[in-house]
């Protein structure tokens, strides 16, 4: 599950700096930034170990 977890965030973060390279303006830019933003949720919320040090990092704060 961790290696599902950690390659949806390479892939995500992959695909946000294609976005950015690019600078698609088109409606292709829309959905590469969405999925890319997606798969990094994705792979956060499947990784108990990030999810929790994210929301330790939260309830420090407020």
Known sequence: METLSYSSMVMGLFL?????????DD???YFITTLGVLLILFGIFINKKIRDFIVNIVINFL
């Open 27 to 29: 409606l292709l830019g």
């Open 16 to 24: 946000l700096g294609i976005e950015y390279t690019y600078l698609f």
